[in-house]
């Protein structure tokens, strides 16, 4: 199995079955991904038939009253601005244009009632800042352990000084 | 995720935990896989580029596609090196899908252990997805304190 014996093919076979799994994962998130939109615009055009049934919607925000907010439903690439929607619960500063993910439902007068929301804010910035840092200390990490050897097909080689 | 930077060092503390020289090096790389795999590409495509690529990358991040990129990378690596170079990126792998099985998603779980045999999604929810933040500090301090113990020892 680790033996230098068709090596390319051994690869190739690796990669061939990586595509197939991931050709298998697409398919699947893809039909649940048109069930969900499917769902998405049903509830938009219509909340009174999904009265208290759990959603997770993108929105855009539009004007703010003291207690609701207007919001555009995102489905697939477009935003639903013909359907605007009433959110309660939203936190945070009451400016349009705001793209939030909320998790929440409908309730019987066709207002989306937030139970958690989630934003691009400085937590995830930081999150990405965090993360790069921490693939260029491995990279740096791996560098000062490792190194190519000169045969042709490069194979890493520990480096004798560490 | 966990950010990248709690990934890496939980994978060179566990690797410590059996060695001190470049075997730690493969724990850490294979802790770091998942996201390099799935993150990356997905980050890049998806986001910046509005490809509806997220579930096929979607599929490397589970044990399964993580077993086969590792047996796939071992062959990066000279014979004699090649099994315990696959055990050891492949166990940091694992270690990196178990802390991401341990937070609480934003609403349904999307880590799924058992594919492709199952879709189903499995999540622990017993940290909330930011809290690495708080640990990357304190995890970057150990991993330094345990790096220059380390070059101490070699350089006596």
């Known amino acids: 199995m680790f033996s230098d014996t068709l090596v390319p093919l051994k690869v190739l076979g690796s990669l061939i079955i990586l595509i197939l799994l991931?050709?298998?994962?697409?398919?699947?998130?893809?039909?649940?991904?048109?069930?969900?939109?499917?769902?998405?615009?049903?509830?938009?055009?219509?909340?009174?038939?999904?009265?208290?049934?759990?959603?997770?919607?993108?929105?855009?925000?539009?004007?703010?009253?003291?207690?609701?907010?207007?919001?555009?439903?995102?489905?697939?690439?477009?935003?639903?601005?013909?359907?605007?929607?009433?959110?309660?619960?939203?936190?945070?500063?009451?400016s349009a244009g705001r793209i939030i993910d909320l998790l929440g439902s409908f309730d019987r007068n066709s207002v989306f009632t937030t139970v958690r929301q989630r934003e691009d804010d400085w937590v995830q910035a930081t999150k990405y800042i965090v993360s790069l840092a921490g693939l260029g200390l491995c990279l740096w990490f791996f560098a000062r352990l490792y190194s190519l050897s000169p045969g042709w097909r490069l194979p890493l080689i520990a480096r004798q000084d560490v | 995720m966990p950010d990248l930077l709690t990934h890496a060092a939980s994978g060179y503390l566990a690797g410590r935990c059996f060695y001190s020289d470049h075997r730690v090096g493969l724990v850490v790389f294979g802790s770091i896989l998942p996201d390099l795999m799935t993150r990356v590409p997905g980050i890049i495509l998806q986001?910046?580029?509005?490809?509806?690529?997220?579930?096929?990358?979607?599929?490397?991040?589970?044990?399964?596609?993580?077993?086969?990129?590792?047996?796939?990378?071992?062959?990066?690596f000279a014979k004699p090196q090649r099994r315990l170079s696959f055990i050891l990126m492949f166990s940091?792998?694992?270690?990196?899908?178990?802390?991401?099985?341990?937070?609480?998603?934003?609403?349904?779980?999307?880590?799924?252990?058992?594919?492709?045999?199952?879709?189903q999604a499995v999540q622990w929810s017993w940290f909330h997805i930011h809290a690495s933040l708080l640990v990357a500090p304190i995890l970057l301090i150990a991993v330094l304190w345990l790096w220059r113990k380390a070059n101490e020892t070699s350089n006596r």
């Open chain 2, 47 to 76: 986001r910046f580029l509005e490809l509806p690529v997220a579930h096929f990358f979607a599929a490397f991040h589970t044990p399964t596609s993580l077993a086969v990129s590792c047996y796939g990378f071992s062959f990066l």
């Open chain 2, 92 to 119: 940091g792998s694992l270690l990196h899908f178990v802390l991401d099985l341990m937070q609480k998603q934003f609403y349904e779980p999307i880590y799924m252990p058992w594919f492709p045999l199952s879709l």
């Open chain 1, 22 to 94: 991931g050709t298998y994962s697409h398919q699947y998130g893809k039909t649940k991904d048109e069930k969900a939109l499917k769902l998405i615009r049903t509830c938009v055009t219509s909340p009174t038939t999904c009265t208290d049934q759990p959603l997770v919607i993108r929105i855009r925000t539009g004007d703010w009253s003291k207690t609701l907010a207007m919001g555009e439903v995102k489905a697939g690439k477009n935003y639903l601005s013909e359907h605007p929607i009433k959110i309660a619960g939203l936190t945070g500063r009451k």
